[in-house]
C-alpha cells in the first residue's frame, strides 16, 4: 500500500510540472518567476521528462504499486501527464513550419533562391537529433573560442567579450553581435546564444558574445553605451578575427533582446555614445528574442502586476517612472522606430510570462508601419521565456530560421554593394 501511495505522489508532482508548462502562472513577482523556471525547462526538455517518468513508473510497478487503488490512479495520471508533454514537444516540432511561414511572409515564397549558393549550400531544415540527446553539450569540435577580450580602454571587468570562429575561418566572415540577458541586472557572455553563436560560427561566422555593466551598480543608459562601445570595437578590429566589420547582425534574448533592438534603432545617436560620438554604430539587422519593448506600458499590456516597472525604478534607471516618463520613453525601442530602420526578425513565445507576447505583437506592427526593410515576426504558440538557453526542438527550428534570415541580408548587403 505504501509503495501505492509513493507512486500516486510521485505521479502527481510529474504532472503537475506539466501543468504548469502548459499553463504558466501570472501575478506576483516570486510566482510568476517559480512558474517560469519550472515551465521553461518542462517544455524544452519534455522527451527528457517523458523518461524519468517512465523509469519512475517502471520501479514503482515493479515493487507492487499497481496493488492497490492508489497506484493505479498514479498510473492514469502519469499517463495524462506523458500525454501533455507529448504535445508539448509536437508544439514545438512545429514551430518549423512556424519559422518558415514566418520567413515567406516577410521575405517572399522564394526568399531561399535570393540566398547566395555557398550560405545555401550549409543550412538545414531537418533537425539534429543528437542535439536534443544530450542538450548542456554545446561546444563544437570545429569552432574555438577566444576568451574575455577587452573592448574599451578601462579595468572595467565587465568590458570583455569572447568570439567564437571555425579554425579554418576565410577572412570577410559576417558577423553575428550576441548580448545576454538577465534583467540588466545578472547574467554573462558565456551563459545565453550558445546554441546559435556555435551553429552560425561551425558554418564560417565570426560570432561575437559581450559582457556589459550591470545594475544596481550601473544606470541606464550604462547598459546600451557599453553594447555600442562593443560595437564600435567591433568595427574597428573585427577584420583582426576575419570578419567583414561592415557586415553585423546583433541579437539577444530578454534584456538583451531589448538591447539589441535599441542597438539597432539608435545607431549614431551621440548622447548615447560618450567619447566615440563619432563611431558608425549602425548594424545590417537586428534580431531580439522575447524582448522587453516598452518601459513604458503604454498599451497595459502587464496590468496592475507590472513586476518590470518596480525593478526599473529601484535597481535601473533609480528615477520613478510618474516624474521622469521621458526616460523611459527612450529607453523604450517602440519609442525609437524613426528614421533608418534596419532589416529585424522579432521571435516570441505565446505562453511568455515574463515579456508579454502582446508587447512583441504592438512592437512588429509599428516596425512595418514605419520600415520599408523586412521584419520576420515568429511567434512561437507553446513557447516560455529563454527557450534557446540550450539546443531543443524549438531552438533548433529558431536557430535555422535565424540562419536563413541572416544569410539573405548577408547576400543581399552583398549584391547593393557589387551595383553601387
Known sequence: MLVSWLFLVVSVWGALFTLN??????GSAVRVVLSFFNAWLTTELALHHILWQAVCAVVFIRFGAMEAWPGWLGAVIT?????????????????????????????????????DVEHRRHMRRSVEWRRLIWPFRQGRRDVIRLRDIPYADTVHPRH????YKRRDLAPGAPILLQIHGGAWMIGDKSQQGLPLMYHLAERGW????????????????????????????IREHGEEYDGDADFIVVTGGSAG????????????????????EEADTSVAGFIPFYGVFDWTDRHDVRGDNDNLRSRLERFIVKLPRDDHGDVYDRASPMSRIEGDIPPAM????????????????????????????PVVYAEFAGAHHAFDVFPSVRTLHAIHGVEAFAAWLSTHRRYRRSSR
Open 79 to 115: 499517463g495524462l501527464s506523458w500525454a501533455g508533454l507529448a504535445h508539448l514537444f509536437y508544439e514545438g516540432h512545429r514551430d518549423g513550419k512556424v519559422m518558415g511561414a514566418a520567413l515567406e511572409e516577410a521575405l517572399g515564397a522564394d526568399y531561399r533562391e535570393g540566398i
Open 206 to 233: 565570426l560570432c561575437i558574445a559581450i559582457n556589459y555593466s550591470l545594475s544596481p551598480r550601473a544606470t541606464w543608459p550604462d547598459h546600451l553605451i557599453d553594447c555600442k562601445r562593443a560595437l564600435a570595437w
Open 257 to 276: 533582446g531589448h538591447l539589441a533592438a535599441m542597438v539597432g534603432l539608435t545607431a549614431g545617436d551621440a548622447s548615447l555614445q560618450p567619447g566615440f
Open 160 to 163: 570583455r567579450l569572447d568570439i
Open 21 to 26: 508548462a502548459l499553463w504558466p502562472q501570472r
Open 346 to 373: 522579432v521571435i516570441h513565445g505565446r505562453k511568455d510570462n515574463l515579456a508579454p507576447v502582446e508587447e512583441a505583437r504592438q512592437f512588429v506592427e509599428q516596425l512595418r508601419e514605419a520600415s520599408d526593410e
